[in-house]
């Protein structure tokens, strides 16, 4: 039997009574996470029957991914699969492989060693295989120190590690483009990210409460949301911070270990008198609340959650000139794009000066993101794994 024919012949028929209600107590007796049934049909013995698909999706490092761009993108995959009549199992267990509970597709979303070693035991069984490419050598440069000389030595492996898997999922045609340069064989699917736009609603109290506690004032406030990097840009904001009159913060958790880069230990520690770095929130709808301007220098990006997240708070964006947010965006319809540190300082000075053109960029920013929303990652996916398991 060929692995295909593996792989068709393991998808599970049942019909909906047999499955466990979600909201039931029988819920915590099965291996499953998240249990969901009907709506999927295939062609069986000449009738259609009801078809219920198992997946295992597995984050390797998980847990410690969760304050992470990778952590978002997988919840985000999550919670548009609750739509879906996909049976969800995060947690690889021997179940996963054999016996009735056999998954019919494992989805990988970071490709460390155990998920390259559950990739390879999937292909032996003839189980589908899809990994999520969250992860390239260039937008891990400049994240870490040390980051300038393991990139080279990632994108072998990454080369490699992504290949094995029988489909490739990325977040743009870039991505996809940049895997194909190092190259790796595999099939590449495009599916956005996505924003949990029901995630962000609210959160005006939040910013008012965020901007008293960091002494952000009543004026103008420049912001960024996420981890800080000197890939996101870090030099740059500064820059146009020591330029110009308005207050600017920096959202979210920084390195201070031995792996932390020099530059954002320097930035941190001893941050111009207008900038805040205000380490991990515990709401990014205030984060977001409290910012006028969402400033993006970034010099690599894949997609950008973070981007899709300040748009979907109608917030005016300043974007760095890269190919994916071409892709995406319009300079001057959702946002600003600009190519220099000169640009930006002008583009934040011009929407500071300016509430009704910050205003109708953000409205044009919300319509944007709405196209991202979960649903388009729930069809998205579903049809990806039927195709596999064809």
Not at 94 to 122: E, T, W, Y
Not at 252 to 260: F, L, N, R
Not at 304 to 315: F, K
Request: charged content about 20%; proline content about 4%.
């Amino acid at each position: 039997m060929t692995a295909a024919a593996a792989r068709s012949n393991s998808v599970s028929i049942r019909s909906a009574a047999t499955d466990i209600d979600p909201n039931s107590s029988q819920r915590g007796q099965t291996d499953f996470d998240y249990v969901f049934t009907g709506g999927l049909y295939s062609d069986v013995g000449g009738c259609y029957a009801n078809v219920t698909v198992q997946i295992l999706h597995y984050c390797e490092f998980e847990a410690r991914l969760r304050r992470s761009g990778i952590g978002t993108a997988v919840s985000n995959q999550r919670k548009a699969l609750d739509a879906t009549t996909v049976r969800v199992q995060t947690a690889p267990q021997i179940s996963c492989f054999v016996g009735q509970r056999r998954v019919d597709l494992l989805h990988c979303n970071l490709m460390g060693p155990r998920s390259v070693l559950l990739v390879l035991l999937a292909r032996l069984l003839g189980i589908a295989t899809v990994a999520h490419a969250h992860v390239t050598a260039e937008d891990f440069t400049g994240s870490f120190r040390g980051s300038r000389l393991v990139a080279p030595w990632l994108r072998m492996y990454l080369r490699w590690a992504y290949g094995l898997a029988d489909v490739v999922v990325v977040p743009s045609a870039y991505t996809r483009t940049t895997l194909r340069s190092y190259p790796v064989d595999a099939e590449i699917v495009v599916l956005t990210n996505g924003v949990d736009r029901s995630a962000l609603v609210g959160g005006g109290d939040i910013g008012e409460r965020y901007r008293e506690r960091y002494g952000l004032g009543t004026g103008v406030v420049v912001g960024l949301v996420g981890n800080v990097f000197e890939r996101k840009g870090l030099q740059t904001f500064l820059d146009a911070a020591e330029a110009l009159p308005y207050q600017f913060v920096w959202f979210g958790p920084y390195d201070e270990g031995v792996h932390a880069a020099t530059a954002v230990r320097d930035a941190t520690n001893a941050p111009p008198a207008n900038v805040s770095f205000t380490g991990w929130v515990e709401d990014i709808r205030g984060a977001y609340a409290a910012i006028d301007i969402y400033l993006f220098p970034s010099h690599a990006e894949n997609q950008g959650i973070a981007v899709l997240e300040a748009m979907t708070c109608g917030l005016p964006v300043i974007l760095s000139d890269l190919p994916v947010f071409r892709e995406y965006y319009a300079d001057g319809v959702d946002c600003v794009i600009v190519d220099s540190t000169a640009a930006a300082i002008e583009a934040i000075d011009r929407l500071a000066a300016d509430p009704d053109a910050r205003d109708r960029l953000g409205a044009a920013a919300a319509e944007t993101a709405a196209t991202h929303d979960l649903t388009v990652v729930s069809d998205g996916l579903e049809r990806l794994y039927q195709e596999q398991l064809a």
